[in-house]
């Protein structure tokens, strides 16, 4: 049972390191598929769907079409994956049980609920305290139809999160648990989160020349070239890292992932209320993107707002071992 659950973590990186290369692979390929529609479509009529399609092709840049590769690879190597890991049949439990690990949570509305306003309401205060005061945030739309955008956005982010989430935290985690102590869980959790995010093109980021073959390769060079770079580790790398740590911490100890994917939500749609209604202005030259980063959700003040809802969730979570007890 241990060395098949050993085996089991192997299989999680080893599906990470295919979907990277299966993505680099079919970036320029699909870049070059998008712009042949979009330039098709602009010369006659098409349906609506197809119109849109091509509309989207036209205005998105080759990192982009990468994200786009990186999706197509995890969802096509996905199932195969999991009949590896005999996750989809009785095997499973012959084999040493569920990689899931996950129990019923009778809190999981208060869970749910409150991971949301922790983790949303962080990261808004830190913006509006931290920032705006400040003069490093102005307002880029007036706040009108706030109701329908604030919807929209809370919509977006909770089925991405729910996904995230199943993955992440669910089957992954679960995995990693079967295999080894909880803190070495928990922490191999946070790197593979937090790396999974880091290979998503970042703004700023291009290739010379898009339709060659191999630009998707060239595209996880520079990615990786960030690394060389601290400011990128302290202001993107870190906050991602602590996120990561922190969900996994609030799944282990609810054994559940109603409060993960609370907070995930929460965290998902600060950011697209702060994208949407302010941008980051005059923050002082090169430390910026360590201050704020690229987006809202990335920075040292995200990060400090990240730890301190990890501090909350721990005394939120307080009475687990009565309630919910904690897999290991």
């Not at 012959?94 to 949570?105: F, H, I, Q, T, V």
């Not at 191999?188 to 937090?194: D, E, R």
């Not at 960030?226 to 740590?245: K, Q, Y």
Request: aromatic share 12%; with cysteine; glycine share 12%.
């Amino acid at each position: 049972m241990f060395n098949e659950a050993r085996g089991d973590v192997w299989k999680v990186w080893l599906y990470a390191a295919a979907t990277v290369a299966l993505g680099a692979w079919i970036a320029p390929w699909l870049y070059n598929a998008g712009k042949a529609l979009a330039e098709v479509s602009s010369n006659k009529t098409t349906n609506g769907p197809l119109e849109w399609l091509a509309g989207v092709c036209r205005m998105a840049d080759f990192p982009r079409y990468d994200e786009a590769g990186l999706l197509l690879a995890a969802a096509v190597l996905f199932f195969p994956w999991l009949e590896w890991l005999h996750a989809m049949s009785g095997k499973a439990r012959a084999g040493g049980g569920s990689p899931w690990l996950l129990s019923k949570n009778p809190r999981r509305l208060w869970h749910g609920g409150a991971g949301f306003l922790l983790v949303a309401g962080l990261l808004l205060a830190a913006l509006a305290m931290a920032l705006a005061p400040a003069g490093w945030v102005m307002l880029r739309h007036h706040p009108d139809g706030l109701p329908a955008l604030a919807l929209a956005a809370l919509t977006k982010a909770l089925v991405l999160a729910v996904l995230m989430e199943g993955f992440f935290r669910g089957l992954v985690l679960g995995i990693f648990l079967r295999a080894m102590r909880p803190a070495a869980a928990l922490g191999m959790s946070a790197v593979f989160f937090a790396l999974a995010l880091s290979v998503m093109p970042q703004p700023g980021l291009d290739v010379a020349d898009p339709e060659a073959a191999g630009t998707g390769f060239e595209m996880l060079r520079l990615l990786a070239g960030r690394f060389a770079d601290w400011r990128c580790v302290c202001g993107h790398f870190l906050p991602l890292l602590a996120l990561g740590g922190v969900l996994a911490y609030a799944r282990w100890r609810t054994a559940s992932l109603w409060l993960p994917v609370g907070m995930h939500t929460g965290w998902l749609f600060a950011w697209a209320m702060g994208c949407l209604f302010a941008a980051v202005t005059g923050l002082p030259g090169t430390h910026g993107p360590v201050l704020a980063g690229t987006f809202f959700q990335h920075g040292l003040i995200s990060l400090g707002a990240i730890l301190v809802a990890g501090v909350l969730v721990h005394y939120l979570t307080a009475n687990h071992d009565v309630d919910q007890p904690a897999q290991s």
